[in-house]
């Protein structure tokens, strides 16, 4: 299993700023993706979670009306969508997949985003 985000980089204030995270070697639409953070200092948190059908999603209080989460289940992705971004937003994110028939959790390497003027 091979998760894979991309999209990270420097956006400022106010800015939005969209993540992928492309997923091989597994049966994709089994599988919840969630999206982590874990910025200097502090543990990782989760930002969100979409199920593996793409019905229902679930966020953070942090982010909540912020950030949305999305999945492509023919194309393996999934996508993390932040808009109004805040420097305490700056972390690495990761993305996760859980199978949801089982207890197999697998993580991608993170991509940085950093939130600065």
């Known amino acids: 299993v091979q998760l894979v985000e991309s999209g990270g980089g420097l956006v400022q204030p106010g800015g939005s700023l969209s993540l992928s995270c492309a997923a091989s070697?597994?049966?994709?639409?089994?599988?919840?993706m969630s999206w982590y953070r874990q910025a200097p200092g502090k543990e990782r948190e989760l930002v969100g979670t979409i199920t593996g059908g793409g019905g229902s999603t679930n966020y953070a209080d942090s982010v909540k009306g912020r950030c949305t989460i999305s999945r492509d289940n023919v194309k393996n992705l999934v996508h993390l969508q932040m808009n109004s971004l805040k420097p305490e937003d700056t972390a690495v994110y990761f993305c996760?997949?859980?199978?949801?028939?089982?207890?197999?959790?697998?993580w991608g390497q993170g991509t940085q985003v950093t939130v600065s003027s």
């Open positions: 070697g597994l049966t994709f639409r089994l599988y919840a």
């Open positions: 996760s997949a859980r199978f949801e028939l089982g207890s197999n959790v697998y």
